[in-house]
């Protein structure tokens, strides 16, 4: 291989406080209404602008939520999520798997040749060939 883009999952916990227009975002899925093939997991599907997720900025659209408060949300339909979420609190604590795209180094490397970075390609090289 010569170097791409991988995915590289990471849990998050995100502790959010209710906002007036709570806690600012939409989901979907649930194993009555999934969203994705194989997947019946809780995903984020719009943050709201100016809500509490919005102005902590961890919170992305796609993001999968795994927990609330520490009740997993593993093969709940809709509903069920929607009202974890309502009865959840003024402080709601998150976990959320995040996809992370991650860069390999000789992808790295690929990108600063075709930008014509040929003076960092020699300082790579030149400390490849040292620590040899």
Known sequence: MNGSLHPHLKYVDIKLKRGPAGL???I??????????????IYVSKIKEDGA???DGRLREEDKIIAINGVSL???THREV?????????????RVLKKVLKMSPVC????????NFTLA?????????SSA
Do not use: H, I
């Not at 929607?82 to 998150?94: K, P």
């Open 121 to 129: 390609l020699q300082n790579t090289k030149r400390l490849l060939n």
């Open 108 to 115: 790295s490397v690929q990108v600063l040749s075709s930008c």
């Open 82 to 94: 929607v009202d974890l979420f309502r009865t959840a609190g003024e402080n709601v604590e998150l």
């Open 24 to 26: 600012g975002f939409n």
């Open 53 to 55: 997720a919005a102005l």
């Open 74 to 76: 593993e093969n709940r």
């Open 28 to 41: 979907l899925g649930g194993v009555d209404q999934p969203c994705r093939m194989d997947d019946n997991g």
